[in-house]
């Protein structure tokens, strides 16, 4: 019965072999290196032609090289806006269309100190004008491109940070929470256009990124100890929020399989945010 139904004429159910992104454009903030670079290098082996804008002129070149003839890179400071459209055009000279943008780019900011009570505002504006104020001009002028051709997919990359307090420094977490915010607004534009747009966040991911950011805390653990420990804060047993998981979830978003999704905030956390266990005592403490 089931093998029938989906043998019927005219459905088409792809594979994890198939090249979802087939003849598409993507340009991915932060694409240098981490979360950013594995998606590059996820979204290339489904066809598409990826466009790495990076601030790092160093790394992001070699990244570029790496992932072969399908990566071109562009040096793009997101708290700039005007290198942002410079890299929306670089897209549309070179490729003719902006089919996905992923604003990418982000920074975790100083752990220290960590009291609000002492929090530097002159970082907190820095950390607001690249995680936040970077993604609106990736949205912005997205959707200048994407608007006219009457199609496209728009990702942003949040975190559970912005979902619960406590998980991140304040100007990261204040930077985070508002990602999906903007993204909802958006959509409730861009839908009308027939662009979607929608955001991932993810759980603690060993990233170079977060990695530095916790090296700051045990100066004197190694880089593989500092990655069990974040791998230690999942909740799902047997499994481990890697850069991976994350770009899947982006195929999957800039994909066709997402058609009718838009204005989501698709958290990749293995259940971290859904719950919480209160710390009760023992019923035989009070035998």
Known sequence: MIRSYLARPGRSYSTDSARR??????????????????TAHEFIKHGARV?????????????????????????????????????????????????????????????????????????FDKIMQINARGVVAGIKHAARAMIPAGSGCILCTSSISGLMGGLGPHSYAASKSTIPGIVKSAASELCGNGVRINCISPGPVPTPLSLDQIGLF???????????????????????????????????????EAKYITGHNLVVDGGL???TNLALPPPREFV
Request: net charge negative.
């Open 21 to 38: 992104l087939e003849g598409k454009v993507a340009l991915i903030t932060g694409g240098a290196s981490g979360i950013g670079k594995t």
């Open 51 to 123: 466009i790495i804008a990076d601030v790092d002129s160093q790394t992001g070149p070699q990244a570029a090289d790496e992932l072969g003839p399908a990566a071109h890179f562009v040096h793009c400071d997101v708290t700039a806006e005007a290198q942002v459209e410079n890299a929306v055009e670089i897209a549309m000279t070179r490729y003719g269309k902006l089919d996905i943008m992923y604003n990418n780019a982000g920074i975790t900011g100083p752990s220290f100190p960590p009291s609000i009570a002492d929090l530097d505002l002159n970082e």
């Open 218 to 256: 045990y100066p004197g653990a190694s880089r593989e100890q500092l990655t069990e420990m974040v791998n230690g804060l999942g909740k799902l047993k047997g499994a481990k929020c890697e850069e991976i998981d994350v770009a899947k979830a982006a195929l999957f978003l800039a994909s066709d």
């Open 273 to 275: 945010t859904c719950f």
